[in-house]
């Protein structure tokens, strides 16, 4: 019998998640999930969504969050668009944006979810090992993809960088702000001036909804229009739209659990550097850790320990490990192993 999936698709390897461990018995710091819960206003919004009009599908382009998003960030409703994820925006992006064979660029190292979306795609896939953006302008592809924060090496690329990127290709530029609220580097500013920029935003992260799984994405009017042809019909739920409302709706929260994830981030960078480890500055939830070839080995002595680090077998990224900022409780229990490990 004939291979039942296509040749592209038998090809592919598939991305790999970061793992979920069951039973909570890991201290989980690997996945970039907020430490903190989130809002309680959610869950009431939530409860209250689930208890009526559950048998009527949602609103098609999520207008009350939508609405509530365009408010909130400063930009029109119709220059908004929700998914469920940022993972599945960035995939209608592709869906919508690129044909078999086109080319799709990024620097490296990155978000490996990228080639796998690409390769899905069928898109021609260029890496640019480098930390600057404007090292895309001449790869003549139809969609740059700029993680900014960048993960995993936490630096951010500043608003300028990418609206030169933007002014320099002809193609659709992707700045995936998953972890933005944790460091201040937004391109949603040029939102609505640069017909050819799209931002993604997560609720995953700083809001603490990564089970919710809800994303937004802004641009040029005409832009979200085209995204959202090629969506599902129905792509975001009743449940997740009451959620996205009231996390937005209760900001406060948010900022607090962002600004004690900082706090407990810095002061984590400086005990590792003086333990010796190379730790550059992150405006992410998470940092890079840097430790020449014993990586696999403090992440093998941290998972003995009970903690659950990541540890990416891939090139470019073998010097280190990406440690997710967790409670105080947490980091202390990582930096003990860690320290004791140096
Ligand atoms: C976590 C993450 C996402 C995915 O977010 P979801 O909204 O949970 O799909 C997208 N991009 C980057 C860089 C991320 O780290």
């Known amino acids: ?11 592919l390897a598939g991305y790999t998640p970061g793992e979920q461990p069951r039973g909570g018995r890991l201290i989980k710091l690997n996945t970039n999930e ?4 989130p809002s309680g206003r959610i869950a009431e919004a939530v409860a209250r969504a689930a208890g009526e009009g559950l048998e009527l599908y949602p609103s098609a382009m999520a207008d009350e969050l939508r609405e509530r998003a365009a408010s909130h960030y400063g930009v029109r409703a119709e220059q908004v668009l929700a998914g469920n994820g940022s993972d599945e925006i960035l995939s209608i992006c592709l869906r919508a944006c690129v044909d078999v064979g086109d080319r799709v660029a990024y620097t490296t190292p990155t978000y490996s979810l990228y080639r ?12 640019v090992p480098s930390r600057f953006c404007a090292d895309l302008a001449d790869t003549g592809a139809r969609v740059c993809f700029v993680c900014n924060p960048n993960s995993p090496l936490g630096y951010g690329v500043p608003a300028a960088e990418i609206e030169a990127l933007a002014g320099s290709v002809d193609g659709l530029v992707v700045s995936d702000e998953a972890y933005v609220d944790f460091g201040d580097t937004s391109a949603i500013g040029l939102v609505g001036k640069v017909p050819n920029l799209l931002v993604v935003r997560t609720f995953s992260k700083s809001f603490s909804l990564a089970g919710a799984r809800l994303g937004l994405a802004f641009a040029d009017a005409g832009l979200i229009a085209e995204l959202a042809k ?7 739920s009743r449940l997740a739209i009451a959620a996205g409302v009231a996390a937005l709706d209760d900001h406060e929260t948010m900022v607090s659990s962002v600004a004690r994830v900082r706090a407990t981030r810095e002061r984590v960078a400086g005990r590792l550097r003086e333990g010796g480890y190379d730790v550059p500055d992150s405006s992410a939830n998470f940092l890079w850790v840097g430790c020449g070839d014993g990586a696999r080995d403090l992440y ?16 470019g990224l073998r010097g280190g490990v990406r440690v997710t ?18």
């Open 1 to 11: 019998m004939k291979p039942l999936v296509t040749d592209r698709v038998g090809a």
């Open 34 to 37: 907020n430490p903190y819960p």
């Open 116 to 127: 796998t979306l690409c390769e899905i795609a069928g898109a021609e896939v260029v890496e």
């Open 230 to 236: 090629v969506k599902d019909s129905y792509n975001v």
């Open 300 to 315: 093998q002595s941290l998972r003995q320990g009970g903690v659950l680090v990541r540890y990416f077998d891939a090139e």
């Open 325 to 342: 900022i967790g409670t105080d409780e947490h980091m202390d229990r990582f930096l003990e192993l860690a320290l004791a490990a140096r």
